[in-house]
C-alpha cells in the first residue's frame, strides 16, 4: 500500500499545515458494526466515494467475492526487525493470500525476529466488532484476544495483542506525523476511493511514529521505529 503513498505524492498532492489534522466529518456520534464469522450469500454493496469515517467499514457485507481489511505495520530504526499486523474481514475465496478457511474475521500477524526468523500466524475470530467515532476506528476480533483503538482524528492508534497460546503477547502504538488522505485526495467528503478497479483505499496514517513492544514466540520484539495504517476494500 505504501507504493500509493508514493504515487499521490508524485501526483503533487499538497496538505497544507492548517489541515495536516482535518477535523473528523462525523462529530463525537460512536456507530458499532458487528461482522459475523461466515460469508453472506447473494450481493453486497461497496462504498467508494468518501462519506465519514475514513477508517471504517466501506462494505454491507463480507460474501465470498469482498473484503475488507485494517494493516498496521512498523519497522524498527535498524531495519533488523518489523511487525505487520493485519485485521481481515475477507474470505479466502475473496483474497487468494488468506490460508484456506471458513472463517472471514481473521487476525494475523507477521514478523521478522531480531534472530533473524520469520514468524506469522492467523487466528480466527468469533466475530468482529468495528467501531468508528469521528474519521478513526476501533476493532475488537472476539475470541482472539487482539483489538486497535484509534483516535477520532487519526493521530494515534494502540494495538494490544495477548494470545499466548498462540505465540503473541505485547502492544503497538502508533502516533500519526502526516495526514490521512485519499488516493488523489484530502480528508473531505465526494473524494474518490477507487485506487485501482474494484479497490477503494484511504491512508489514515502515511507516516507515523512506532513503538512496538512483543514477546513472539518466545523473542523479544521491542523497537520505536516508523510506522504505517492504511485501510483497504475490494468487491466485485
Given amino acids: 500500500m505504501k507504493l500509493f503513498l508514493i504515487i499521490c505524492v508524485l501526483l503533487g498532492l499538497n496538505f497544507s499545515s492548517s489541515n495536516a489534522f482535518v477535523r473528523p466529518r462525523s462529530g463525537s456520534t460512536s456507530k458499532s458494526r458487528t461482522i459475523p464469522p461466515t460469508a453472506v450469500t447473494g450481493d453486497v454493496t461497496a462504498n467508494f ?12 457485507a463480507v460474501n465470498g467475492t469482498s473484503w475488507d481489511w ?37 487476525f494475523q500477524l507477521h514478523s521478522l525476529l531480531p534472530n533473524g526468523t520469520v ?16 474519521e478513526g476506528s476501533s476493532g475488537d476480533f472476539k475470541g482472539t484476544n487482539a483489538s486497535w483503538t484509534g483516535s477520532s482524528d487519526l493521530k494515534h492508534y494502540k494495538i494490544k495483542v495477548d ?44 507516516d507515523g511514529d512506532a513503538d512496538v513492544d512483543f514477546t513472539i514466540a518466545g523473542v523479544k520484539v521491542a523497537f520505536k521505529g516508523v510506522g504505517y495504517h492504511d485501510k483497504v476494500n475490494h468487491f466485485i
Fill in 119 to 134: 514468524f506469522d500466524v492467523f487466528i480466527p475470530a468469533e466475530e468482529a466488532v468495528i467501531t468508528t467515532i469521528g
Fill in 163 to 206: 494470545s499466548p497460546a498462540n505465540g503473541v503477547v505485547g502492544t503497538f502504538n502508533l502516533r500519526s506525523l502526516a495526514p490521512g488522505h485519499y488516493p488523489c485526495g484530502p480528508i473531505r467528503s465526494g473524494e474518490n476511493m477507487m485506487v485501482a478497479p474494484e479497490i477503494g483505499w484511504a491512508n489514515a496514517v502515511p
Fill in 49 to 60: 466515494e468518501s462519506e465519514c469515517s475514513l477508517d471504517g467499514p466501506q462494505l454491507s
Fill in 70 to 106: 485494517w494493516y498496521f505495520d512498523a519497522v524498527s530504526s535498524d531495519g533488523k526487525s518489523n511487525v505487520v499486523i493485519i485485521f481481515y474481514t475477507a474470505s479466502s475465496s475473496g483474497f487468494a493470500f488468506l490460508p484456506p478457511s471458513p472463517d472471514i474475521t481473521l
